[in-house]
C-alpha cells in the first residue's frame, strides 16, 4: 500500500519562502501525476500546482509565478517551493497522487503552513 510523508509546512512571516516535501513509496510513482492541495478553514480544497513531469506543469490561481513543482522520480518525491507567502496562503497543504485519466488517487495527511504577520 502507498505510504506518504509530507514534511516541511510551519510558521513564515509575510514575503517568506518555504520549500513542502512529499516523499512516496509503495507505488509506482512514475506513472502518478503529482500534485499539491490546500485548503483553510471555511474553504473548499484547492489545487495549488500539480505535475506529469518536468515540462508537464499546471498552477491553481494566485500560485503561478511565486510558487514551483518539481519531482525527483528517483527519490520518489515531489516538491512544492513556495516564495513571496502571504496570509491568504495560510492553509493545510495536502500532497496528491493520480493516475490521469483513472480513478485511482491518494492522498498525504497534510502539512500545516502559516503566514503570520
Known amino acids: 500500500q502507498v505510504q506518504v510523508v509530507e514534511s516541511g509546512g510551519g510558521l513564515v512571516q509575510p514575503g517568506g519562502s518555504l520549500r513542502l516535501s512529499c516523499a512516496v513509496s509503495?507505488?509506482?510513482?512514475?506513472?502518478?501525476?503529482m500534485g499539491w492541495y490546500r485548503q483553510a478553514p471555511g474553504k473548499q480544497r484547492e489545487l495549488v500546482a500539480q505535475i506529469i513531469h518536468d515540462r508537464s506543469k499546471k498552477y491553481g490561481d494566485f500560485v503561478k509565478g511565486r510558487f514551483t513543482i518539481s519531482r525527483d522520480n528517483a527519490k520518489k518525491t515531489v516538491y512544492l517551493q513556495m516564495n513571496s507567502l502571504n496570509p491568504e496562503d495560510t492553509a493545510v497543504y495536502y500532497c496528491n497522487g493520480e493516475v490521469p485519466r483513472t480513478g485511482r488517487v491518494f492522498w498525504g495527511q497534510g502539512t500545516q503552513v502559516t503566514v503570520s504577520s
Open positions: 509503495g507505488i509506482d510513482f512514475r506513472i502518478y501525476a
